[in-house]
């Protein structure tokens, strides 16, 4: 196993003066790799997203554990280096119509993560960003970039915040259910694209999500997680396999199967 | 764009002919003799006669209106009892000083009520959100003439800071084209003219100013936070922004949509409440002009005043609502 990009270490996390959130959690992503983070809604599954991202609500603290990236720790940094070091994250969010501002034209929301943190000009993070449209597969860019959100399709913003999230080389992304809000023949294609732009990158990739179909398409290792605890944490094949944990069985059983017509859960 | 704004002016006309007509009613249906004012208890009824025949007021109320309203229509809105000038004339006089008064007022609070709402954001959940939510709480519970009194007796008396009445300090002639003063003496770069103006304005603009920018930073701050709960806002502190840049660069515009709806009715308030903090700083217009003219029982000039109020309000309002326009683009090609 090659070096690890991400580890965390019993992270604990929970509401001020309220319930907990994350007990405990362990996990390391390997460099390249793709590492599912499994859960019902409400398991903690983004909130260790935001964790690592250094995004948490206004009234959730983390409140134990380690998390190392780039050989430093970040639990405990003090904001201005913590948002330095995140030159190396980015972020694959899950809804495409929030995630862009409605007021901005696309170009300037490409380009201002390049200009901010490669410290390039407006025109050579413009011709980036056309770079990385065609990367994704949008037609006609050059137009795509002088838009504004609400005069693309789903699909096409998805793609748009992809091409974002790799603009500058990341070691590591969060893809928080990067296909959840888009309709099944749309997820098809841009669950292969995430994963042919990890693997030409190399980057090493958080996908959290709670679709098994999709774990099994994309991650090399999976944690499935229950009320903010690790319940099993396994390599892709292992789980599939012979899940261990009555609560995995629980969720293989609730996934649908395409393959077996009437077997779906409704 | 352009027949929309047609439309709308359009759709102004029945509203004007309304008011107009309400107005007219009104000032002669209540109570008051604009005569009775002028002349001394007692005097010969000879003389009270001849007044009301002068001034069009023995005639039936429905003779009047037609009269009134063919010279309204020509841009004469007759003569002011009391002052004994022409109305328009008056008005026309008087306006600017309200414009320039409202504008400034309009800008301290947009400026004051942002930097509150901005402030408040940066600091949600945590000491700097209560101390806004309290500053704002307490400015709204003070109405704006309480404000202009209290400043007359804090910065004009005990603390002598600014001049407590006038528009400009009258010990020297100004000697400006137009009746647009501060704007006037800023272009021509006479800035100590400007300077003076600008203290003259000052108490009674903040006091015009405060309960709007509360108000602002009331509703810009609670759609600021809905804003930055989007996932726009987290992508942009992932990217590596600071949460001030992401406050001021992504949330403040989109912020600023609905704010502009439900404050925007509030800048119609800026200019009725010009007439009680002008007559508090004897500040020479329309406003001071108004509680006059109430007081005389000036019907002529009543009348002309109530009419560029309602211009005013609604030309503040056709402002807004294509100000939207031009703050989101969604609005834009539709």
């Not at chain 1, 409140?63 to 330095?84: H, K, N």
């Not at chain 2, 942009?236 to 502009?260: C, D, M, Q, Y």
């Amino acid at each position: 196993m090659s070096e690890a990009a991400l580890t965390i270490k019993n992270l604990s996390a929970g509401i001020a003066r309220g319930p907990m959130l994350l007990h405990g959690v362990s996990l390391s992503v390997a460099a390249g790799e793709v590492h599912g983070l499994v859960g019902m809604s409400g398991a903690g599954k983004s909130m260790v997203g935001r964790c690592v991202l250094g995004i948490l609500p206004a009234k959730v603290a983390i409140t134990g554990g380690s998390i190392r990236f780039a050989g430093q720790e970040l639990v405990g940094m003090a904001e201005r280096q913590r948002r330095r070091i995140g030159a190396g994250m980015a972020l694959i969010p899950q809804d495409p119509l929030s995630a862009l501002n409605p007021s901005r034209r696309i170009v300037s929301q490409m380009t201002d993560v390049m200009r901010l943190r490669l410290g390039i000009s407006p025109t050579e993070a413009a011709a980036r960003a056309l770079a990385l449209l065609h990367e994704v597969h949008i037609r006609d860019p050059q137009s795509v970039l002088r838009r504004y959100p609400h005069e693309l399709s789903g699909g096409m913003r998805q793609r748009v915040l992809i091409a974002t999230a790799f603009a500058c080389e990341p070691k590591l992304i969060v893809a928080d259910e990067p296909t959840t809000a888009l309709d099944v023949t749309v997820q098809k294609q841009i669950l292969r694209l995430i994963r042919d732009l990890q693997r030409s990158h190399g980057t090493a990739l958080l996908f959290v999500t709670h679709d098994l179909g999709v774990v099994a398409k994309i991650c090399n290792s999976v944690t499935v997680l229950n009320a903010g605890r690790i319940v099993e944490q396994a390599p892709v094949a292992e789980i599939f396999g012979q899940p261990r944990h009555p609560y995995t069985r629980a969720l293989f059983a609730a996934t649908p199967r395409y393959d077996q017509p009437g077997g779906a859960v409704g | 764009m352009i027949t929309r704004i047609l439309s709308r002016l359009l759709q102004a006309i029945p509203t004007l002919a309304g008011v107009a007509v309400l107005v007219f009613v009104l000032v002669r249906v209540v109570p008051g003799d604009p005569v009775a004012m002028m002349i001394p208890p007692g005097a010969d009824a000879d003389v009270v006669a001849r007044l009301y025949a002068q001034y069009g007021l023995d005639k039936p109320i429905l003779t009047q209106f037609v009269i009134w309203a063919g010279q309204a229509l020509h841009g004469d809105f007759g003569m002011s009892i009391s002052l004994r000038q022409g109305v328009t004339g008056l008005i026309f006089s008087r306006l600017p000083a309200t414009l320039e008064l409202v504008a400034f007022a309009a800008t301290l609070a947009v400026l004051l009520g942002g930097a509150l709402a901005v402030f408040g954001t940066r600091y949600a959940g945590r000491a700097g959100e209560a101390v806004v939510d309290g500053l704002t709480g307490f400015i709204l519970s003070v109405p704006d003439f309480l404000w202009g009194l209290a400043f007359i007796v804090g910065f004009g008396v005990l603390l002598p800071l600014f001049p407590i009445s006038g528009r400009n300090d009258p010990s020297y002639s100004l000697g400006l084209a137009s009746d647009f003063i501060l704007t006037e003496s800023f272009l021509r770069l006479r800035w100590g003219v400007t300077a003076d103006i600008l203290a003259h304005m000052t108490m009674p603009a903040v006091a015009l100013a405060l309960p709007l920018a509360a108000m602002i930073a009331r509703v810009l701050k609670s759609s600021l936070a809905e804003q930055m709960a989007q996932d726009y806002a987290l992508l942009s502190r992932v990217k590596g922004f600071s949460r001030w840049h992401v406050i001021v660069a992504e949330a403040l515009r989109n912020a600023a949509i609905p704010t502009v709806s439900l404050t925007g009715v509030q800048v119609t308030f800026l200019v009725g409440g010009t007439v009680l903090i002008e007559k508090i700083f004897s500040y020479p217009g329309i406003g001071s002009l108004a509680i006059d003219a109430v007081v005389n029982r000036d019907l002529p000039l009543i009348q002309g005043l109530i009419l560029t109020f309602a211009v005013l309000f609604i030309l503040i309002n056709l402002l807004l609502d294509f100000s939207y326009a031009l703050l989101d683009p969604r609005l834009r090609h539709g």
